[in-house]
């Protein structure tokens, strides 16, 4: 009789350590981001928030950007497993360079860079804009504004310096500056009084992908089931955030990020929504994150005229992948 209740406490004691590891074991994920904590991340920290990461059976801690932080280079060496990316031009640059790297989602369609105008200024339209001064960073220098001299005749004489500051910009009312059109024309409106005229690249044949998630070959290769889960469950977070309850998602970034406030997070909301950032064309039908390649191959072939690529450096395509994406995932939980 001993024996048998040795072995019904020895039973026991098995399904009490090993029940729980076998339910709660889940895959730890580090997702390196290309910014701060802000509503334009708002999906990725819904499904932190609000536990659709932990039912997809991971784990994932998020690892900020920001302007003193290049969590780029963290990732082709192991040191994170995702990284959103902000453009397809440094996924076109990594395939060029044989760094093992891919595109597997590409979360915003639109790419929200804008150049913003004062109400007063003038300027009506896009080419009206050639004529002003024009406040950009070194980052905008180097890549959009290289397309913006070839494709649509701006002057680069007209360039003056940009550091995130907007107090040049404020003081003459001729100047236009770059922005995303979910942050500075809010940060705009506050101190003029006024919502700024803002014009989005995407409007004029800037087609790239934005807020991009890129991986490492090797987990594509090895673990296609961890990064399909991971992708799915980032594409559930942002149908939950711009379409459900957000208000978990709200309260990380603020706890993350200290300058973001309720007012930024709702205009920030209201723009992605308005302007079809993330949901809109193929997502419509193909789901959040979608990728077109023949999209890819236009866009490239669009920086190889503005003199960013050569013919040849790269095969665009292999910067991304579909086999992650187009499926629909999620779609039901868009809003009627």
């Given at each position: 009789?001993?024996?048998?209740?040795c072995?019904l406490c020895c039973l026991?004691c098995v399904?009490?350590v090993?029940?729980?590891?076998?339910?709660?074991?889940?895959?730890?994920?580090v997702?390196?981001?290309?910014w701060?904590?802000?509503p334009?991340l708002?999906?990725?920290y819904?499904?932190?928030a609000?536990?659709t990461?932990e039912?997809?059976g991971?784990?994932v801690?998020i690892?900020?950007?920001?302007?003193?932080?290049?969590?780029?280079?963290?990732?082709?060496?192991?040191?994170?497993?995702?990284l959103?990316?902000?453009n397809?031009?440094?996924?076109?640059?990594?395939?060029?360079?044989?760094?093992?790297?891919q595109v597997v989602?590409?979360?915003?369609?639109?790419?929200?860079q804008?150049l913003?105008?004062?109400?007063?200024?003038?300027?009506?339209?896009w080419?009206?804009?050639?004529?002003?001064?024009?406040?950009?960073g070194n980052s905008g220098?180097?890549?959009?504004f290289?397309?913006?001299k070839?494709?649509h005749?701006?002057?680069?004489r007209?360039?003056r310096?940009?550091?995130?500051?907007?107090a040049?910009?404020?003081?003459?009312?001729?100047?236009?500056?770059?922005?995303?059109?979910?942050a500075?024309?809010?940060r705009?409106?506050?101190?003029?009084?006024?919502e700024?005229?803002?014009?989005?690249?995407a409007d004029?044949?800037w087609?790239?992908?934005s807020t991009v998630?890129?991986?490492r070959?090797?987990?594509?290769?090895n673990?296609?089931?961890?990064?399909?889960r991971?992708v799915?469950?980032?594409?559930?977070g942002?149908y939950?955030?711009?379409?459900?309850?957000?208000?978990?998602?709200?309260d990380?970034i603020?706890r993350?990020?200290?300058?973001?406030?309720?007012?930024?997070i709702?205009?920030?909301?209201?723009k992605?929504?308005?302007?079809?950032l993330?949901?809109?064309?193929?997502?419509?039908?193909?789901g959040?994150?979608?990728?077109?390649?023949?999209r890819?191959k236009?866009?490239y072939?669009?920086?190889?005229s503005?003199?960013?690529f050569?013919?040849?450096d790269?095969?665009?395509?292999?910067?991304?992948?579909?086999?992650?994406?187009?499926k629909?995932?999620?779609q039901?939980?868009?809003?009627k």
């Open positions: 009789m001993w024996y048998r209740r072995s026991a399904l009490f090993t029940v729980p590891l076998c339910v709660h074991a889940r895959d730890n994920v997702l390196a981001t290309n701060k904590a802000q334009e708002g999906g990725f819904q499904a932190l609000d536990g990461y039912e997809f991971l784990d801690t690892q900020p950007g920001g302007p003193l932080v290049n969590n780029r280079v963290l990732l082709p060496v192991g040191r994170v497993d995702f959103v990316g902000t397809l031009l440094q996924p076109f640059e990594a395939a060029k360079q044989g760094i093992p790297t989602a590409a979360i915003f369609q639109k790419d929200p804008c913003i105008a004062h109400p007063d200024s003038g300027y009506k339209n080419d009206d804009l050639k004529r002003a001064p024009l406040l950009m220098r180097f890549s959009f290289v397309w913006m070839a494709a005749d701006f002057d680069e007209n360039l310096p940009y550091n995130h500051n907007l040049p910009f404020l003081t003459n009312k001729a100047a236009v500056q770059q922005g995303y059109a979910t500075e024309p809010k705009v409106e506050e101190v003029i009084g006024r700024p005229l803002v014009f989005l690249l004029h044949g087609n790239s992908y998630i890129e991986t070959t090797d987990l594509i290769e673990k296609p089931d961890l990064v399909q991971f799915d469950a980032s594409i559930v942002w939950h955030y711009l379409y459900g309850d957000n208000s978990k998602a709200n990380l603020k993350e990020n200290a300058e973001m406030t309720d007012g930024q709702a205009y920030s909301l209201r992605l929504r308005e302007q079809g993330i949901d809109s064309g193929d997502t419509l039908e193909k959040i994150g979608a990728i077109d390649t023949a890819v236009n866009f072939e669009k920086m190889v503005a003199g960013l050569e013919e040849g790269l095969d665009p395509v292999e910067a991304v992948t579909t086999r992650f994406v187009n629909g995932v999620g039901e939980l868009r809003s």
